[in-house]
């Protein structure tokens, strides 16, 4: 992947934003990056074009900020792409969506491949077509042997879901006499959600100016840093993505506890 930012293809911007954060000492970098992809809608309404048209321009912010992490040696980027709210909204809009995730399988899977990518879907199921699910199965499957970056895609999603379908895992284990409730602890809880085994949220993004969490990573953002901009989704671009990085490093983070003395 360095080969890629310092070789051929890489742009100047591209190796300026890498040489850029290179200065950040790598205590002070994010291992975790959860990002609200929002204002699609509002990008589209803005440019005069229908709400979909914003959610297809979407597509190629995402495809760019992935790569991104991937030259930057992120460890896991999280990405917002459908809640489980996401259903109440017009059938059509819906439909287009999930064609969305399906076209972008299809044409991105060998570049996550070749940026070594590992992808993993949090959510539920049900609600997804059955040709859908096949290829999210076969793409997650395709790339689980990878070792690069951990991609997760929030798709049919919902931090409540999430906390109330491992609490419904371990109460099943409770009653089967596989656990004991009184050994249910933080690491135990962990490991049954959807993103086991990825460390917790360093800095959640949000885009388009809404200042809330929308049922995103509720028990992973537990001590999460926030970043917000008014831009779009549709606009964001991996320079204002490395600032958002660069603000990051500067953060006292105190985890409930003291400022260590210099
Ligand atoms: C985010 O953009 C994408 C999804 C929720 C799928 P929106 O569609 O929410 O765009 P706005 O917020 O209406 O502008
Ligand atoms: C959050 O955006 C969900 C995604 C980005 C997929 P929404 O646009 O659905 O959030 P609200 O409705 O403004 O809270
Ligand atoms: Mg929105």
Avoid at 96 to 122: A, C, G, P, W
Avoid at 130 to 154: C, P, S, T, Y
Avoid at 224 to 246: G, I, S
């Amino acid at each position: 992947m360095w080969k890629k930012i310092l070789g051929f293809g890489a742009s100047k911007e591209e190796q300026d934003l890498v040489s850029l954060y290179d200065k950040v000492p790598e205590d002070r970098r994010p291992r975790h990056v959860a990002i609200i992809m929002d204002g699609n809608g509002r990008w589209a309404e803005g440019q005069g074009l229908i709400r979909t048209a914003g959610h297809a321009q979407g597509v190629k912010t995402l495809e760019r900020i992935m790569e991104t992490c991937v030259d930057l040696h992120i460890e896991v980027l999280t990405v917002y792409a459908f809640s489980t709210e996401n259903w109440k909204r017009p059938r059509p809009e819906v439909d287009f969506l999930m064609n969305l995730f399906s076209e972008y399988l299809d044409k991105k899977i060998q570049k996550m491949d070749d940026n070594h990518v590992r992808l993993r879907f949090l959510g539920r199921e049900d609600g997804m077509s059955e040709a859908l699910l096949q290829k999210m199965h076969a793409a997650v499957d395709r790339l689980a042997g990878n070792d690069g970056m951990v991609f997760n895609i929030a798709a049919n999603y919902g931090g409540q879901d999430e906390i109330l379908r491992a609490a419904q895992t371990l109460a099943a284990r409770a009653k089967a006499g596989e656990i004991a409730p009184e050994d249910i602890d933080e690491d135990v809880f962990e490991s049954v959600l959807d993103t086991a085994g990825d460390p917790p949220v360093d800095l959640v993004i949000r885009t388009s100016g809404d200042l809330r969490l929308s049922n995103f990573l509720l028990w992973q953002a537990a001590y999460a840093e926030f970043w917000f901009t008014q831009t779009n989704w549709p606009d964001f671009t991996p320079e204002e993505f490395v600032d958002a990085l660069v603000d990051f490093a500067h953060r006292k983070r105190r985890f409930g506890g003291l400022d260590k003395k210099k």
